[in-house]
């Protein structure tokens, strides 16, 4: 099965990018200030296994400080069959007032918005010695804290059999920019218990193209998600099949693409799609090149009811592409020519164009794929700077988007694919004004940090001018307008791939969070 861990963050950085298709807000209180959301996720559990450690995820419909935060488990319907208690050495405060209840709370403040919070109370869900395959009941998870509504969410536990699916080896091919390469897809039921069918979801970095698209298969664009097989695994048998890929012309080379395998039971993977479609996350749609089947095993044994994997350990396969072959890029500074009387305020759009070939796919780490640095005009003062810039006085730094610095340095996003265009919109106010008065943006700067580019095949233009009230035939700042907003990616990549990766990699982790800033938060 897919590790609780995994499974949370693979689906929860997939509502910010790689599994995205909107984000939603389910479980809302009726406030109509703050409202809370919580979640848990379904849970099949394998008889006589220690069952499984999950935990709620919660948000606001706003950015909120709450005070006195406590989460109600209660799993009554099922006393005596599965018990709900704390995770061992979390340090949370946690009772059970009654058989089946366990109720936890903070002392501490905890900042909460929109984006939401992994990892809250974690709880051990465990069957017990009377637990039979085919119990069910469900899990009332309910959130609240001072000063606001609580809210209540309702998850499905299920008992099963025991089947301990491990994933084939780690492999490693090589394949240059545009060309195809085959992957093995192999999975070992590993137990004595047959397996009724197997899932599989894949994480492939950008680039890693699905060269056929299999009827039992799941896709975005040309980017594999899932398959579901029928096959019956018998216990000690292994089977596998041969994933075709082409990789993206536009992949930047030498350098590595990877992919993550994670097999699961069919029923832990429905307990996986309810957690997406909560979301409103997708797997994609189903391809029409005929199915992918599994080799066949010698013989079959008798299906039962639900199933889980008490191992979830070995379920998780990697694949590295050797990237041949030289394949960069040219990333263009963009600069901005504005004009404007004493004490008007302006609008200067600067920025950064990937002109190919190569797509920029920093996902796995989560860095910038570039670093820029701003130098205002002399007769100007910014009145308006992007949350994703940084005002810079020597070796001291400012808090991101605080107007009226003279120097700044920005960050960007992970990826940037060949073609697209990324703009930052700084308002500058016009104190004096002077002819060719001129500033200057400079990209693919130097960071004693993650990310930046220093392969750039034109370096040349790596440096655009933002010109205030240009003379004529003074030139000015070349690329760069008057329109666009706080860092919009134009082109036809709008951000699918997210760094899952890295977040299933650290598979086993407590939890992650995804929190921003806000310049108003309410109080309760």
């Not at 220690?50 to 995820?57: H, L, N, V």
């Not at 596998?240 to 832990?268: C, F, K, Q, S, V």
């Not at 010698?298 to 070995?314: H, T």
């Not at 820029?372 to 003062?381: H, N, R």
Request: negative net charge; hydrophobic residues 35%; aromatic residues 8%.
């Amino acid at each position: 099965m897919l590790s609780n861990s995994s499974r949370r963050l693979l689906a929860g950085l997939g509502v910010a990018g790689a599994f995205v298709a909107a984000s939603a807000t389910p479980g809302f209180a009726a406030d109509p200030k703050v409202k809370l959301g919580v979640y848990f996720s379904d849970t099949t559990i394998a008889a006589d296994s220690d069952g499984k450690i999950d935990y709620s995820i919660i948000r606001s419909s706003t950015s909120v400080v709450l005070h006195d935060l406590t989460v109600r488990y209660d799993l009554t319907g099922l006393a005596g069959k599965v018990t709900v208690g704390e995770e061992e050495n979390t340090g949370t405060d946690c009772t059970s007032p009654s058989a089946n209840v366990l109720v936890c709370t903070t002392p501490w403040e905890v900042e909460l918005d929109e984006w939401g919070l992994s990892g809250v109370f974690p709880v051990q869900i465990k069957p017990t010695g009377k637990a039979q395959d085919g119990d069910t009941g469900t899990l009332k998870v309910t959130l609240s804290a001072n000063g606001v509504d609580s809210v209540s969410h309702e998850a499905k536990v299920r008992v099963g059999e025991g089947v301990d699916l491990a994933a084939g080896p780690e492999t490693t091919v090589s394949a240059a920019p545009g060309k195809g390469f085959t992957a093995p897809l192999k999975v070992t039921n590993v137990g004595e218990t047959t397996a009724k069918g197997a899932a599989v979801v894949f994480y492939n970095d950008y680039g890693m193209n699905a060269a056929k698209h299999y009827s039992n298969c799941t896709y975005v664009g040309d980017e594999l998600r899932t398959c579901r097989f029928d096959e019956e695994l018998p216990g000690g048998s292994t089977f596998g099949a041969t994933l075709p890929y082409a990789l993206g012309a536009d992949t930047m080379a030498p350098g590595n693409r990877y992919g993550e395998i994670i097999w699961m039971t069919p029923d832990e993977f429905e307990d996986f799609e309810n957690y997406l479609g909560n979301y409103d996350v997708t797997i994609g749609k189903p391809g029409t090149d005929g199915k992918l089947t599994l080799a066949e095993a010698a013989g079959r044994a008798a299906a039962r009811g639900f199933q889980a994997d008490p191992r979830p350990e070995n379920n998780a396969s990697y694949l590295q592409v050797k990237v041949t072959g030289n394949n960069s890029t040219d990333l263009e500074a963009l600069g901005a020519s504005v004009t404007g009387k004493a004490g008007a305020t302006v609008k200067a759009t600067v920025g950064l164009r990937n002109n190919g070939p190569a797509t920029l796919d920093y996902s796995r780490s989560g860095s910038s794929v570039t670093y820029l640095t701003f130098d205002v005009p002399k007769g100007t003062t910014t009145t308006a700077v992007p949350e994703n810039c940084f005002p810079v006085k020597g070796d001291e730094w400012g808090e991101p988007g605080k107007p009226g610095a003279r120097h700044y340095r920005c960050y960007f996003d992970s990826f940037l694919k060949a073609g697209d265009t990324v703009k930052l919109d700084f308002g500058l106010k016009i104190d004096k004004v002077i002819a060719n008065d001129t500033g200057l943006v400079k990209i693919n700067v130097p960071c004693e940090c993650d990310g930046g580019f220093y392969r750039d095949l034109k370096p040349a233009n790596d440096t655009a001018k933002v010109v205030v009230n240009a003379a004529p035939g003074g030139g000015d700042g070349g690329q760069g307008g008057g329109d666009g907003g706080t860092l919009p990616i134009t082109g036809s990549s709008t951000g699918l791939i997210a760094g899952l990766g890295a977040l299933l990699l650290a598979a086993g982790a407590v939890g992650y969070v995804l929190t921003r800033r806000r310049k108003t938060r309410f109080v309760a």
